[in-house]
């Protein structure tokens, strides 16, 4: 089973590893090169290596693991290797791992001798059902997130949740945080069906997992370079990046995970429809409920609100000096590029601590 996320096909478990051998047998790449942080590499590197096929040369690349390296220099190091190994043109990078290796080996597959093909295996929930998913590859500059980067498909996505048996719990929350975005965003069957998880068992997961890539892939097909439709994958994201950065850098906070930061988003942003689109408040008291039961409250005090209204003008959806929303007007019916004035920003953020 496929799924066309813009011109990137996306195969599940065994069929996608018969897929891989089928395309490696067709293209036949120079030197295959293995993308890993240090955590992969120890967990899911020797898995996959027992799946993979083939006679070609195979080099390992191992960055370190976090968001705090998914960074220019980062991508440097990996540059100079491919460049010390023998990489070429027809050289092909597999992503091994959750986000950061995904973006980071994407960008930089994408930019080395002007692009050399690569494939994702996404090994985390959040690179699963996001990250891998698309064609956005990049880094981030400073503690300012996806600032440098492109929009370039990878050669397929393979999906094998297997890989989720290696996850601690907190990683699987985080991804499990952007699934619950698509249900807000696409439709209120599918976000009712990811809520109400009692256990997030692998079984429970796959047909979920299955279901957030067709929402995902299918915004990404109808506007792959994210013109419209695709605006609405921000949802919570332009707050929630926003906090993400702030705690990334500030030695007083513990770094959240992607998906802590964007459930909190989730919530301001969902306060915010409320006051501005007339999202409909029971459904936005549940949201509330559902969310904080899920994801830990994050340290956000007062003080902090002017550092993060300052950070989001770096937010990417932005546009002649104004800072562009994703909104809801109800569950699965979103408004793009909506401005919202700093006071009820505020409002949110304070909503956010007082729920």
Known sequence: MAVLASQAPIFYKEKGYTEFSNYLNSSKPSIIFVLVDSNTHNNCLN???QKLETDVVIEVIEMEAGEEHKNIETCSGIWETLSELGADRKSLILNLGGGVVT?????????FKRGISYINI??????????SVGGKCGVDLGNLKNQIGVINQPEMVLIDSNYLTTLPANEMRSG????????????????????NLEALTLED???????????KSKIVKEDPTEINIRKTLNYGHTLGHAIESYFL?????TTLLHGEAIAAGMIMATHLSYMICGFPEKKLKDITKKLNELFPKINLLKEDYEIVLDLLKFDKKNSHGNINFVL??????AKLDVIVPNTKLIEAMNYYLKN
């Open 176 to 195: 499990l945080a952007e699934i619950l975005k698509h249900g807000l965003i696409a439709n209120e069957a599918y976000w009712e069906k990811a809520i």
């Open 122 to 131: 996404p090994t985390s929930l959040l690179a699963m059902v996001d990250a």
């Open 47 to 49: 898995i996959f290596l």
């Open 249 to 253: 850098t500030n030695p007083t906070k």
């Open 103 to 111: 973006d980071l080996g994407g960008f930089v597959a994408s930019t």
């Open 328 to 333: 809801l007007k109800d569950i699965g019916q």
């Open 205 to 215: 997961l796959d047909d979920l997992i299955i279901e957030s890539i067709e929402i």
